[in-house]
């Protein structure tokens, strides 16, 4: 699987970004979709998940209530809607996928669950 990442760049504090993660190489609709960030000098953290087939999503606790994840199985690509954003959402955004396994439903916010990641792209929230 191949996935390529878009959509980042600057926004002020309260705005909106839309990323989108286009995949490639899907054998199957098996698949479990993810998009984690890494800060400067942090740890990568968990943003949010999909199941391609099942459409069950997951957000990590940072984000619920202002971000949304989406997939768009016509168009191959997968959505991480951004709103209400605030500089501590200033990152590196990763999108990845994994086989969709028994356990990437209790574990879908750990980055060994997924085998395939993007290149990331650039958030920064700043005035």
């Known amino acids: 699987v191949q996935l390529q990442a878009s959509g980042g760049g600057m926004v002020q504090p309260g705005g909106s970004l839309r990323l989108s993660c286009l995949a490639s190489?899907?054998?199957?609709?098996?698949?479990?979709m993810g998009w984690f960030r890494q800060a400067p000098g942090k740890e990568r953290e968990f943003v949010a998940s999909?199941?391609?087939?099942?459409?069950?999503?997951n957000n990590g606790n940072s984000v619920k209530g202002r971000f949304t994840i989406s997939r768009d199985k016509g168009k191959n690509t997968v959505y991480l809607q951004m709103n209400i954003l605030n500089p501590e959402d200033t990152a590196v955004y990763y999108c990845?996928?994994?086989?969709?396994?028994?356990?990437?439903?209790?574990?879908?916010?750990?980055?060994?669950?997924?085998?395939?990641w993007g290149q990331g792209t650039l958030v920064t929230v700043s005035s």
């Open positions: 990845a996928a994994g086989k969709r396994t028994i356990d990437s439903y209790a574990y879908y916010y750990n980055s060994d669950v997924y085998d395939s």
């Open positions: 190489g899907l054998t199957s609709s098996a698949y479990i």
């Open positions: 999909v199941g391609w087939r099942d459409g069950k999503t």
